[in-house]
């Protein structure tokens, strides 16, 4: 039985219709009683709060995994981190918050059960693609590079989330070519995975970037001081993205290993993003193993849960390949 929290945010919706749809037991969490007896499902309800450690406790007993959607992390994630490790409850997140995770890492190394922040689309085709390239070169990696192309499309949710990161965000925006199968694009460095991939880089140089134009180079360097002011703003967004929009929404990972003995190559490629997350949290609190705080590819097997996870539906498409050198 999968506890998923956060269950009435936008995200925590697809979730549970994920595990509807998958027929997986499971329970819903959430602090609006009314928002949380509207979530189409079969599945218990349960009334709390992330920071209230009693109701976590109760929220989480028999559970087999822990799901949980509810940010900003660094805000409110850690409660509910404690409360997994506390009642033995495997745990895995929507996160992108790059701060938070590390915190994590630091504070649940010693967990007795499989802690894993960061198993949603922004860092779960990424880290894992990366592992399989590194492991497809077979001999000394140098550098280890991820290259994201996306259709931008946030969420209310993730919209606020970005701007109470803003600090974390700050890059030097250094312009770099990243060789797409069809022909080489133009990419921006930008700290998106570089910290759970620093984890099983083996010393190699981690370098993330974000498909944009060299023009907007200097647009990231700012970002720091830029995204505050946009505060205002983010209240007046949508929830999220309609169906119809997600579903335009195509993406490509280039996950690249560089060594003496040359180059290894994954591409990960697909739509819809939102579904897609939800399609990886499901797969991995049902997947993680191991023990302490560990990035994706370090709690899953990365060639059989990037095969278990794809294939088209009405909630996304994802396929996955080696490319040649």
């Known amino acids: 039985m999968i506890a998923l929290l956060g269950a009435t945010g936008y995200t925590g919706k697809l979730v549970a219709a994920e595990l509807s749809k998958r027929g997986v037991p499971h329970r819903l969490g959430g602090r609006n009683p009314e928002k949380l007896a509207s979530v189409p499902s079969e599945a218990e309800r349960f009334v709390l709060d ?19 959607t509810v940010g900003p992390f660094t805000r409110l994630g850690m409660p509910v981190v404690e409360a997994a490790a506390r009642n033995r409850v495997p745990y895995v997140d929507s996160t992108g918050e790059q701060q938070f995770m590390a915190e994590v890492y630091a504070k649940f190394a010693d967990a007795p059960v499989p802690v894993v922040p ?21 001999s000394e990696v140098s550098e280890i590079a991820v290259h994201t ?9 993730t919209a606020r989330t970005t701007v109470e990161m803003a600090d974390a965000l700050s890059s030097e925006g250094r312009v770099r070519r990243a060789p797409f199968p069809d022909r080489v694009r133009t990419a921006v460095e930008f700290p998106f995975g570089d910290v759970p991939l620093a984890r099983h880089a083996g010393g190699a140089r981690v370098v993330t970037t974000m498909v944009l134009p060299s023009a907007a180079a200097p647009v990231v360097r700012r970002l720091a001081g830029v995204l505050p002011k946009l505060a205002p703003l983010v209240e007046r967004l949508p929830e999220g993205p309609s169906p119809t929009l997600r579903a335009r929404a195509k993406f490509r990972v280039l996950a690249e290993a560089l060594g003496p003995a040359g180059r290894a190559a994954v591409l990960c490629e697909g739509r819809d993003v939102y579904g897609l997350t939800a399609r990886f949290l499901v797969a991995a609190a049902q997947k993680v193993h191991g023990a302490g705080a560990m990035a994706p590819a370090e709690a899953l097997d990365p060639v059989n849960f990037l095969d278990a996870v794809t294939g088209e539906d009405e909630h996304g498409a994802f396929s996955w ?5």
């Open 50 to 68: 992330a920071g209230e450690s009693g109701r976590l406790d109760q929220f989480l007993d028999g559970a087999s995994a822990l799901i949980t």
């Open 118 to 138: 960061g198993c949603g689309f922004d860092f779960i085709p990424g880290d894992l693609a990366a592992a399989v390239a590194m492991a497809d070169l077979g």
């Open 149 to 157: 192309q996306a259709t931008p499309i946030p969420s209310r949710g």
């Open 321 to 325: 390949r080696h490319l040649s050198a």
